[in-house]
């Protein structure tokens, strides 16, 4: 069933089902498109690209980097120091 016939379905069921329904599926696509709009959310840009960065590309990125620091795979500050000052 194509999307175009099942949102007529849903159109010609609307205009069927009790109030008590009608408001169930109503808070549950509000609920579904609200939470679509704030993943959809450019929340900002990768320095290297300028490209937008989204809420779920971020969380994303910032789970494997919380990951990374959990495996120690992460420099000290004084290791930062010394590689930094290796290159002077």
Do not use: C, P
Request: proline share 0%; charged share 35%.
């Amino acid at each position: 069933m194509s999307a175009i016939e099942m949102r007529d379905d849903i159109y010609k069921w609307a205009e069927q089902v009790d109030e008590s329904f009608l408001s169930a599926v109503h808070a549950i696509m509000g609920a579904y498109v609200e939470k679509q709009e704030q993943e959809d959310q450019i929340v900002g840009y990768r320095i290297s690209s300028g490209e937008a960065l989204s809420v779920n590309e971020a969380d994303e990125e910032f789970e494997a980097i919380v990951d990374e620091v959990r495996r120690g795979e992460y420099l000290t500050v004084e290791e930062m120091i010394e590689q930094r000052s290796q290159r002077w």
